[in-house]
């Protein structure tokens, strides 16, 4: 593990719960990206507005840390493009078919103690550890 952050790990989980947390303390909302960005694709009465500055405010905050820490954006893919597009296109698939990304259950649903995100959050991560075993102990990391 060569890039292991714990500190600025721990802390960026911090800031992901509390904000969270105020998200649905003060608006009663759920901060699933995936189910927030879905209501601008396809807008609902009244939803469209704060879905948008949800989603502007996470590419702005993207835009200053690229700015001030470039470093961070230095990552390098040890895959062919097509596979990463497929991967992406997978995510996706998955997100659509548990009614919800990461995000949503494991950081928001969990601590609720919803037993839907708890057989989804189950459900990633054990098809990502089955990935990563396939791509890197059996296809011999292509």
Same mark, same amino acid.
Not at 45 to 71: C, N, S, Y
Not at 99 to 118: D, I, Q
């Given at each position: 593990?060569?890039?292991?952050? !714990?500190? *600025? &790990?721990?802390?960026?989980?911090? %800031?992901?719960?509390? &904000?969270? #947390?105020?998200?649905? @303390?003060?608006?009663?909302?759920?901060? @699933? /990206?995936?189910?927030?960005?879905?209501?601008?694709?396809? !807008?609902?009465?009244?939803?469209?507005?704060?879905?948008?500055?949800?989603?502007?405010? %996470?590419?702005? @905050?993207?835009?200053?840390?690229? +700015?001030?820490? !470039?470093?961070?954006?230095? /990552?390098?893919?040890?895959? #062919? !493009?097509?596979? $990463? *597009?497929?991967?992406?296109?997978? $995510?996706?698939?998955?997100?659509? %078919?548990? &009614?919800?990304?990461?995000?949503?259950?494991?950081?928001?649903?969990?601590?609720?103690? &919803? *037993?839907?995100? +708890? $057989?989804?959050?189950?459900?990633?991560?054990?098809?990502?550890?089955?990935? $990563?075993?396939?791509?890197?102990?059996?296809?011999? @990391? *292509?």
């Amino acid at each position: 593990m060569e890039n292991f952050t !714990p500190f *600025a &790990s721990t802390i960026g989980g911090i %800031l992901i719960g509390l &904000s969270a #947390a105020i998200m649905l @303390g003060a608006n009663g909302r759920i901060a @699933g /990206i995936s189910g927030i960005f879905n209501g601008v694709i396809q !807008p609902q009465k009244g939803e469209f507005g704060w879905r948008a500055l949800f989603i502007g405010g %996470l590419l702005v @905050g993207g835009a200053f840390m690229m +700015l001030f820490t !470039p470093e961070s954006f230095a /990552i390098t893919v040890e895959r #062919a !493009p097509w596979m $990463v *597009a497929l991967a992406g296109l997978l $995510v996706g698939f998955g997100t659509r %078919l548990g &009614s919800g990304c990461t995000s949503g259950h494991g950081v928001c649903g969990l601590p609720r103690f &919803s *037993a839907r995100s +708890l $057989v989804a959050t189950v459900s990633f991560m054990a098809t990502g550890a089955i990935t $990563v075993f396939v791509m890197n102990l059996l296809l011999g @990391g *292509a």
